[in-house]
T-cell receptor
Framework: AQTVTQSQPEMSVQEAETVTLSCTYD???????LFWYKQPPSRQMILVIR??????QNATENRFSVNFQKAAKSFSLKISDSQLGDAAMYFC??????????????FGTGTRLTIIP | NAGVTQTPKFRVLKTGQSMTLLCAQD?????MYWYRQDPGMGLRLIHY???????AKGEVPDGYNVSRLKKQNFLLGLESAAPSQTSVYFC????????????FGPGTRLTVT
């Protein structure tokens, strides 16, 4: 079974600085998808960024980028120029490529990010 | 375009009572999901549906039932609520192709006393 581990329960960063959130996962599959979701105090889960395992290029979405290390099974999220609105719980998630019987997203336990003004 | 909506947003039940949570999506997604979120445990899949009229069990299905009579709606039922079902419930939907990115509703906070 796949597992996702976020070893940093809490992180903090000064506004305008850069922060990296860690995520590792365990799988025997060679093809899969990885996601970062953001959950602000409003509770809404918002997709931040997605990475396909077969792509070597790291995904980037504006100030958000990932460092995907497939051999190490590591998928970290880098937030550049941190803003107050980035304060949230961040969840790493894994999904298999298989189309049958494996529909769930496996989530990590989350990292709470605080932005210091 | 409202995305994924959930009704109600909050509910308090007594042990043994029943209730139904409603999820609706207007993105014409084939797949829909119900999760529960508990402190320190991330989100866990309860049930999901790959199309109208079909449902399947997820990771933690016991004590819940679901129905998908219309493509845009996915209902989660608790027949006899227990305190262990106190949680925040999220509905999500996705396309059936590609990465199947899941889009989430705002959640329902349920307390069972």
């Amino acid at each position: 079974a796949q597992t996702v581990t976020q070893s940093q329960p809490e992180m903090s960063v000064q506004e305008a600085e850069t922060v990296t959130l860690s995520c590792t996962y365990d799988t025997s599959e060679s093809d899969y998808y990885l996601f970062w979701y953001k959950q602000p105090p409003s509770r809404q889960m918002i997709l931040v960024i997605r990475q396909e395992a077969y792509k070597q290029q790291n995904a980037t979405e504006n100030r958000f980028s990932v460092n995907f290390q497939k051999a190490a099974k590591s998928f970290s999220l880098k937030i550049s120029d941190s803003q107050l609105g980035d304060a949230a719980m961040y969840f790493c998630a894994y999904r298999t490529v298989s189309n049958f019987g494996n529909e769930k997203l496996t989530f990590g336990t989350g990292t709470r990010l605080t932005i210091i003004p | 375009n409202a995305g994924v909506t959930q009704t109600p947003k909050f509910r308090v039940l007594k042990t043994g009572q029943s209730m139904t949570l409603l999820c609706a999506q207007d993105m014409n997604h084939e797949y829909m999901y119900w999760y529960r979120q508990d402190p320190g445990m991330g989100l866990r899949l309860i049930h999901y549906s790959v199309g109208e009229g079909t449902t399947a069990k997820g990771e933690v299905p016991d004590g819940y039932n679901v129905s998908r009579l219309k493509k845009q709606n996915f209902l989660l039922g608790l027949e006899s609520a227990a305190p262990s079902q106190t949680s925040v419930y999220f509905c999500a939907s996705s396309r059936w192709t590609g990465p199947r990115e899941q889009y989430f509703g705002p959640g329902t906070r349920l307390t069972v006393t």
